[in-house]
């Protein structure tokens, strides 16, 4: 059984150009969550999918930002036009589908962002 | 406004001790749910615990149980007989409401420190 994965696991990349990043949930989980977390900061919340539906977005995710989860599997999360301040980690989560007593999300081990 | 305080940024426990996380949350919604997240170094979130609103009894998993009261809106974690590998970063986090989205909003986080 193997957990949400993400690649890459680092990125250095320079001020202005492209990145992508790329996460596959735990099969079966039909939901996918991406959350940023910068230094000495918890997660913050930034995309829900629902199965290929992107459901919700969170005002942190600029016009620079777009996901995708094309067919309802895996998900891309694309920056562009890279600033400084997006240097974090993101993290990938997902949840299965149905009621859960837990709620529990289950989180991938994130891609570190270094933007100079 | 803070949906979610951690006062205490750092924390130290001797080994086999017991130690109290605090979280205090803020909600109007009657329907939520708090969690407590573990983060080691490798930055890997790691599901510890979880809480419903409208769960009769605090919940309990292996050492750790966590203290809900639910007028004071408080939601502390209490690990039992600390171990080395407890040293990690530890987030409360809630989610709020009966959607499928299911958004959870993450505090500051509290470093914890077991002393052998």
């Known amino acids: 059984d193997t957990g949400v994965s993400q690649d890459p696991r680092h990125k250095i990349t320079k001020r202005g150009q492209n990145v992508t990043f790329r996460c596959d949930p735990i099969?079966?989980?039909?939901?996918l969550y991406w959350y940023r977390q910068t230094l000495g900061q918890g997660p913050e919340f930034l995309t829900y999918?629902?199965?290929?539906?992107?459901?919700?977005k969170s005002r942190l995710l600029s016009d620079r930002f777009s996901a995708e989860r094309p067919k309802g599997s895996f998900s891309t999360l694309e920056i562009q036009r890279t600033e400084q301040g997006d240097s974090a980690m993101y993290l990938c989560a997902s949840r299965p589908p149905g009621t859960s007593s837990s709620y529990e999300q289950y989180f991938g081990p994130g891609t570190r962002l270094t933007v100079t | 406004a803070q949906k979610i305080t951690q006062t205490q940024p750092g924390m130290f426990v001797q080994e086999k001790e017991a130690v109290t996380l605090d979280c205090t949350y803020d909600?109007?919604?009657?329907?939520?749910?708090l969690f407590w997240y573990k983060q080691p170094s490798s930055g890997e979130m790691i599901f510890l615990i979880y809480?419903?609103?409208?769960?009769?009894q605090n919940a309990t998993e292996g050492r750790y149980s966590l203290n809900f009261q639910k007028a004071r809106k408080s939601a502390n974690l209490v690990i039992s007989a600390s171990q080395l590998g407890d040293s990690a970063m530890y987030f409360c986090?809630?989610?709020?409401?009966?959607?499928?989205?299911?958004?959870?909003?993450f505090g500051p986080g509290t470093s914890l420190s077991v002393i052998p």
């Open positions: 909600t109007s919604d009657p329907s939520y749910g």
């Open positions: 809480q419903g609103s409208y769960d009769q």
């Open positions: 999918f629902q199965n290929e539906a992107q459901l919700e």
């Open positions: 099969s079966e989980h039909n939901r």
């Open positions: 986090a809630m989610r709020e409401g009966e959607t499928s989205y299911d958004k959870v909003i």
